[in-house]
Structure formats: structure tokens, C-alpha cells
């Protein structure tokens, strides 16, 4: 069956950086478009980024554009999302999401989510 | 930057119909997906593409959408019901993802 397992979060300063990845299992990630989507504490979802599945197309929200890169490590079926000079309000659980076609359309199936803790 | 826009909070008792709106200008011509998300769990998608419903979630589940306003309605809503839902979209790219802010479903 499908599974995501997101690692990589943790107790980070502002204006650090952090690596968050995410393994999949029951399917290949080469085939599917794959999103990152957070949740500050007691707040809403908010979606981050997305990959299509040719690499070439990759999109980001206004609030992370320039600082995180998602990308995509096939030959290892992971999802990668590299966040640069962190800020408190990036703070919350970061979920890695298949999306249901090769192009990014909507996430179908979601991991158990990672959390980030940006804080001096 | 796109927004869509839902309740804040939704109250019926067991047995009656919850309905959900999700307001966004895009909504015409992009889909509506729905996420039910419970305390401390992952969000599940319960409805796609306007009005389709995903393997194993209950029929009491539809969706519908018209103009620039979509609809999860929860026919005879269940205790087992009460849970966070989000509606989600895309701007007229379709590039920008966007979910709108969570509607607290309460059955009591």
C-alpha cells in the first residue's frame, strides 16, 4: 500500500536552514507529481510546493518562493525540501503528499507529517 | 494572492445535513477538493473533483459546486463526522495551490 515517511524536522534558529525528506513506499514517486504541505500549530493547511513528475515543472507559494526548494531523488523514491533563512512563522508539521496524476492537481495520499520548530 | 474562503465553524446535530461552502473567483472554472482532517491525524480527501467521491469513504459524503462557490454537504451527519474541513483549489494557472482556511465541523 501506499506510504509516506516524512524525517528531517526538529528545533531550528531563525536564519538556518534545514533539509526535510520524505520515503516513499508501494509506488514510485517517478510517476507521480508530489507536494509539501505545512500547519503552523492550531492553524490551517497551508500548501507549500509541488513537483510534476518531469522535474522540470516545480511551483512554490508566495510565502516560501526564493527560500525552499522542493526536489525529487527517484533512484531513492524521496521528496526533499531544502529550507533556507528559516523565519518563526515556518514553524509547524510538514507533510509530504502524492499527487493523483504525474502533474501537480491535488494531493490524494498524505504522511503522518514532520515537525519544525524555528525558534532561538 | 488567491484565497478561498469557508466558515469558520459548522454545528448540526446526528442525523442532519452539514453543509460546508468554499468561496473562491476561480472556483467557475477549476475544481473543489475536500480534506477531512481529525485531531492529531493527517488530512483524508473526501470528495475530488467537484463532486466525485474516493474508495471507501461513506456515501453520506457529496459535493457540488456552482459559480464561485462549492458545497460539501454531509447528508446525516454522524458523531464520527466532527473533524477540521478543508476545501482546496488552484488560481486561474492552476499552478498556485491554495486551501481555504478549515471549517470546524461539530456534531452534537
Known amino acids: 500500500q501506499v506510504q509516506l515517511v516524512e524525517s528531517g524536522g526538529g528545533v531550528v534558529q531563525p536564519g538556518r536552514s534545514l533539509t526535510l525528506s520524505c520515503v516513499a513506499s508501494?509506488?514510485?514517486?517517478?510517476?507521480?507529481?508530489m507536494h509539501w504541505v505545512r500547519q503552523a500549530p492550531g492553524k490551517g493547511l497551508e500548501w507549500v510546493a509541488v513537483?510534476?513528475?518531469?522535474?522540470?515543472?516545480?511551483y512554490y507559494a508566495d510565502s516560501v518562493k526564493g527560500r525552499f526548494t522542493i526536489s525529487r531523488d527517484n533512484s531513492k523514491n524521496t521528496l526533499n525540501l531544502q529550507m533556507n533563512n528559516l523565519r518563526a512563522e515556518d514553524t509547524g508539521v510538514y507533510y509530504c503528499?502524492?499527487?493523483?496524476?504525474?502533474?501537480?492537481?491535488?494531493?490524494?495520499?498524505w504522511g503522518q507529517g514532520t515537525l519544525v520548530t524555528v525558534s532561538s | 494572492s488567491y484565497e478561498l474562503t469557508q466558515p469558520p465553524s459548522v454545528s448540526v446535530s446526528p442525523g442532519q445535513t452539514a453543509r460546508i461552502t468554499c468561496s473562491g473567483d476561480?472556483?467557475?472554472?477549476?475544481?473543489a477538493y475536500w480534506y477531512q482532517q481529525k485531531s492529531g491525524q493527517a488530512p483524508v480527501l473526501v470528495i475530488y473533483?467537484?463532486?466525485k467521491r474516493p474508495s471507501g469513504i461513506p456515501e453520506r459524503f457529496s459535493g457540488s459546486s456552482s459559480g464561485t462557490m462549492a458545497t460539501l454537504t454531509i447528508s446525516g451527519a454522524q458523531v464520527e463526522d466532527e473533524a477540521d474541513y478543508y476545501c482546496?483549489?488552484?488560481?486561474?494557472?492552476?499552478?498556485?495551490?491554495?486551501f481555504g482556511g478549515g471549517t470546524k465541523l461539530t456534531v452534537l
Open positions: 503528499a502524492r499527487d493523483y496524476y504525474a502533474s501537480g492537481s491535488y494531493p490524494d495520499y
Open positions: 508501494g509506488f514510485s514517486i517517478s510517476a507521480y507529481g
Open positions: 513537483t510534476w513528475s518531469d522535474v522540470s515543472n516545480k
Open positions: 476561480a472556483l467557475p472554472k477549476k475544481y
Open positions: 473533483e467537484d463532486t
Open positions: 482546496y483549489s488552484t488560481d486561474n494557472s492552476g499552478n498556485q495551490k491554495v
